[in-house]
């Protein structure tokens, strides 16, 4: 098994979203708490291999399992990179669910006001949505 292939030895790790893809759930640079081998169902946000580029990890919503594994989304409607691009992903390409984002503080916010906010929403769960499989069969 190659390097990047390896399972995670830890159950728990860090992820960095890059793209706009899970705005406004997820940031661009936000780090993710990521709960390796995790139980997973509809309506929770995920970190799974790309299915056409393994080596490129991504982070999606998962909508539904079908028979050939999960359709995805991003909670982005207008951004490209999920399941209407790429069909389902396969149920071994599912690495682990996401727990929490941590976003950093951002360069030059100094002041007081702009800390105490950030300290109040730095860390935060990432909860799953139950009406992503309704939205799904609505569109």
Do not use: C
Not at 31 to 36: E, K, N, P, S
Not at 56 to 77: A, F, Q, S, T, Y
Not at 87 to 104: D, F, H, M, S
């Amino acid at each position: 098994m190659a390097e990047h292939e390896r399972e995670p030895r830890a159950p728990l790790g860090i992820a960095e979203v890059t793209g706009p893809s899970m705005y406004p759930t997820l940031k661009h640079g936000d780090q993710l708490l990521v709960h390796y081998r995790a139980p997973v169902k509809a309506g929770d946000v995920a970190v799974l291999k790309h299915p056409l580029q393994q080596d490129l990890l991504i982070v999606k919503r998962l909508v539904e399992r079908r028979d050939d594994g999960w359709w995805v989304l991003g909670d982005n409607p207008g951004a490209e990179g999920d399941s209407r691009v790429f069909g389902a992903v396969p149920e071994e390409l599912l690495l682990g669910r996401v727990r929490a984002r941590y976003r950093p503080l951002a360069a030059g916010q100094r002041s007081v006001l702009g800390t105490v906010s950030w300290l109040v929403s730095a860390l935060r769960p990432v909860l799953a949505d139950r009406s992503v499989s309704r939205r799904l069969r609505a569109r």
